[in-house]
C-alpha cells in the first residue's frame, strides 16, 4: 500500500477516535444491536447479492471515503449472507460439536466456511477459520522484538517507521489453545481488545481483504465471521440518541498456505483480524486461578479487557490521536478498523510477522533438506 494512502487512512482512523473519545460507549448485553434473524421471517424472495469484490470495485484504492450506495449494498449483502440457510446450517453444526459441554474430538467434522483450497492443501494439516464453540484457551504474555529486518527487506519508509515503534516494552498477549487443531492455523494468534463493528468498517475491510494479492486468500466475511461459534457480526454504529454499539473482541489470527512462485515453494502467511463474539471468548477464556495456567496468564473476562492493545503498546498513540490523558474504557471504544491501525501503526504486526516469517524460513528450510536427502537416497 503506498505511503499516501497509509497517511489518509491513519488520518480518517485519528478523525474517528476524537470523535470516540469522551462519549460513553457503555457495554451491551451481549445480545447485539441488531436480530440476525429478522430478515429471515420475510416471505419476500432477495436475489442474490453481488461478490464483495464486486461491489468495491476499485473504490478502495481511489477513494478515502466511501461511497454510501457501496457501504449499503456492503451491509445488504453481509445481512444477506447472517440470514441465510447455510449460515444457519454452519452454526448449527458448529454448536452440535460441542453439544455435551467438551471441544470437538473430531475436527475434521468442523464445517468449512471461507477457507480456500491453497490453506485446506497445507502440508501436515489444514488451515482452518474456526476454532469451535467450546474451545478454551489461555492469554499469555510473550516478548516480541522490533520486525525492523523485515520491514526493511518488504516494506517501504512508512513501513520502516511503523516498525521502529515497536520497542519490545509491552508483551504480546498470545492466545495458547488447549486443543491445537492445526499449528499452522494457530500460529501466533494475539489478544487486541474490543471495539465495535462500523458500517464505514465493512468497506475497509472488504477493499483490504479484497482479491488481487497474488495469493488465494478468503474475503472479508472471514474478518466478521465468530471464530468460535461462526456467527457473523453486524454493525452497530451509534444512533447518536444514546444508543450503544455492541461490544465485540478483536484477536488477531495469522492464517497460510503453500504456494509455488517460479519453481520453489513458498509459505505466504497473512495477519488476519477476528471480530469474536463476547460471551464465545469469555466463556473460553480460562481463569487465571486454575493451575495449568501458570503465572503468565491473565485473569478471566472482564479483566483481560484492562491489557488490550490501547491500553498497552499503542497507548501513546490513542493520547496523540485523541489529545486526551483520561481515556477509560467506558469513555474510549474504538471502531473494528481502528484496532486494526493500531495493531500496524504501533509496530506490532512487523515484530509478528518477523517472528512468523523466521519460524517459517526455518521450516522451509527443514523441509528443502528432506526433499533433498529423498532424492539423493532413490
Not at 19 to 47: L, R, Y
Not at 104 to 110: C, Q
Not at 283 to 291: F, R
Request: net charge positive; charged share 25%; glycine share 8%.
Amino acid at each position: 500500500m503506498p505511503s499516501a494512502k497509509k497517511k489518509k487512512q491513519k488520518q480518517k482512523a485519528k478523525n474517528r477516535a476524537k470523535k470516540t473519545a469522551g462519549s460513553s460507549s457503555g457495554v451491551s448485553d451481549g445480545g447485539g444491536a441488531v436480530d440476525q434473524g429478522a430478515g429471515g421471517t420475510s416471505t419476500t424472495k432477495v436475489p442474490p447479492p453481488r461478490s464483495n469484490d464486486d461491489i468495491v470495485g476499485n473504490s478502495y484504492r481511489t477513494s478515502a471515503v466511501p461511497r454510501r450506495s457501496i457501504v449499503r449494498e456492503l451491509e445488504a449483502a453481509l445481512r444477506y449472507e447472517a440470514a441465510s440457510e447455510s449460515r444457519r446450517k454452519i452454526v448449527d453444526a458448529v454448536a452440535a460439536l460441542s453439544a455435551n459441554g467438551a471441544a470437538p474430538d473430531d475436527m475434521d467434522k468442523i464445517p468449512l466456511t471461507y477457507e480456500t483450497k491453497p490453506m485446506l492443501d497445507m502440508i501436515g494439516g489444514r488451515c482452518l477459520l474456526t476454532y469451535g464453540k467450546v474451545s478454551p484457551f489461555s492469554v499469555r504474555q510473550q516478548s516480541c522484538p522490533p520486525g525492523i529486518r523485515l520491514a526493511i527487506r518488504t516494506g517501504d519508509a512508512e513501513d520502516v517507521k511503523m516498525a521502529q515503534r515497536w520497542t519490545g516494552e509491552h508483551p504480546l498477549l498470545r492466545l495458547d489453545f488447549d486443543v491445537i487443531v492445526d499449528t499452522t492455523r494457530t500460529d501466533l494468534s494475539v489478544y487486541l481488545g474490543e471495539c465495535f463493528l462500523r458500517k464505514d468498517d465493512l468497506w475497509k475491510f472488504a477493499g483490504k481483504f479484497k482479491s488481487g494479492t497474488g495469493y488465494d486468500w478468503p474475503d472479508y466475511f472471514s474478518v466478521v465471521q465468530c471464530p468460535f461459534c461462526c456467527k457473523m457480526q453486524l454493525p452497530s454504529d451509534p444512533d447518536g440518541t444514546g444508543g450503544r454499539p455492541e461490544r465485540l473482541i478483536m484477536i488477531m489470527t495469522n492464517i497460510s498456505q503453500f504456494a509455488t512462485k517460479n519453481g520453489s515453494m513458498h509459505m505466504p502467511h497473512r495477519a488476519l483480524p477476528r471480530l469474536c463474539c463476547v460471551d464465545c471468548f469469555a466463556s473460553n477464556l480460562k481463569s487465571a486461578d486454575e493451575p495449568a495456567l501458570g503465572p503468565d496468564g491473565w485473569k478471566s473476562y472482564p479483566e483481560v479487557l484492562n491489557h488490550g492493545i490501547v491500553w498497552g503498546s499503542a497507548n501513546s498513540l490513542v493520547k496523540e490521536w485523541v489529545q486526551k490523558d483520561d481515556l477509560t474504557r467506558e469513555s474510549f471504544l474504538p471502531d473494528a478498523h481502528t484496532l486494526y491501525m493500531l495493531y500496524d501503526e504501533s509496530g506490532m504486526c512487523s515484530a509478528v510477522s518477523q517472528q512468523i516469517h523466521d519460524r517459517q524460513t526455518e521450516m522451509m528450510g527443514r523441509l528443502s533438506e528432506l526433499m533433498r536427502e529423498k532424492l539423493s537416497m532413490s
